[in-house]
Structures are given as structure tokens and as C-alpha cells.
């Protein structure tokens, strides 16, 4: 038991780890394509970036496969006609 826990927790810190150490990665690419005034791959990145960010934060938050899945894919059930709500016993998540 106590092996599977810290394995699991292992695998949680190298997926953060890895997604921190691709944050710094893009931080540089973001403050290169502003001083090479390339503004259109700017856009491009920031938003690819904030999908990313918002899809591990869901992952981190949660820390339950399914409701990540919820959270990340709620745009495709809302255009399903499907209200995504998740409630806790302290937190109520709405699309």
C-alpha cells in the first residue's frame, strides 16, 4: 500500500516537474518571438500555453481522472447540449 501511494505521488511530481520545466522553456520562446516582433506566433503561443496551463491545473485540482476529463472537455459537452456540474461537499464546479 504504501509503496502504490508513493508511487503515485512520484508520478504526480515528474508530470509537474516536466510541465514547469516546459513552462520555462516557453517563457523564453514567448520573450524571444516578442523582441523578434513576431506578434502572430505570439498569439499562437500564448494561447497553446493557456490551454496547456488550464488542462494541468484541472489535472492538479481535481486529481481524479474522470473529473479532469469533465473539466478539460466541458466546451465539447456544452456543443453536445450536456451542462457539466460536479459538486463536492465544499466546492460546486460549473461550467
Known amino acids: 500500500m504504501m509503496i502504490s501511494k508513493f508511487n503515485s505521488l512520484n508520478k504526480e511530481y515528474e508530470s509537474n516537474f516536466k510541465f514547469l520545466h516546459n ?3 516557453t517563457c523564453a ?3 524571444q518571438l516578442i523582441n523578434q516582433k513576431k506578434y502572430d506566433e505570439l498569439d499562437l503561443l500564448i494561447q497553446s500555453l493557456s490551454n496547456k496551463t ?3 491545473f484541472n489535472e ?3 486529481n481524479s481522472p474522470i473529473f479532469s476529463t469533465v473539466l ?3 466546451d465539447t459537452f456544452n456543443k453536445l447540449g450536456y451542462k457539466a456540474k460536479i459538486n ?3 466546492t460546486s464546479y460549473i461550467n
Open 54 to 56: 488550464i488542462k494541468e
Open 29 to 31: 520562446e514567448l520573450n
Open 72 to 74: 478539460n472537455h466541458k
Open 60 to 62: 492538479i485540482y481535481t
Open 23 to 25: 513552462l520555462l522553456h
Open 88 to 90: 463536492t461537499h465544499t
